[in-house]
Nanobody, 117 residues
Framework: QVQLVKSGGGLVQAGESLRLSCVAS????????MRWYRQVPGKQRELVAS???????FYTEPAKGRFTISREKERNIVYLQMNNLKPEDTAVYYC???????????WGQGTQVTVSS
């Protein structure tokens, strides 16, 4: 069973930076995509960025230019470096790993990121 353990998050002021990390463990030998989502109360969880095991990355509009997703393939760690944070980035952030060939995904526990103005 694949498990995800996250770290990072917290309270920062606008303009500051934070780095989130997430470690995946278990049977992770096939092609996969590690993703970061975020969710605010009353809204749907939204994709922030993703990176595949082939190191192809993707960013949604809110993340472009400020966030960087990266991964250490050998250790199955995914990072989300968030710079120039804004109050609207305040959310619970979740890591996720998707296995397209299996048709399955796993979620990590959320971590709160709060950006004060």
């Amino acid at each position: 069973q694949v498990q995800l353990v996250k770290s990072g998050g917290g309270l920062v002021q606008a303009g500051e930076s934070l780095r989130l990390s997430c470690v995946a463990s278990g049977e992770i030998n096939d092609f996969n995509v590690m993703r970061w989502y975020r969710q605010v109360p009353g809204k749907q969880r939204e994709l922030v960025a993703s990176v595949s095991s082939r190191n192809d990355s993707f960013y949604t509009e809110p993340a472009k230019g400020r966030f960087t997703i990266s991964r250490e393939k050998e250790r199955n760690i995914v990072y989300l470096q968030m710079n120039n944070l804004k109050p609207e980035d305040t959310a619970v952030y979740y890591c996720n790993i998707l296995f397209p060939s299996r048709g399955t995904q796993r979620w990590g526990q959320g971590t709160q990121v709060t950006v004060s103005s």
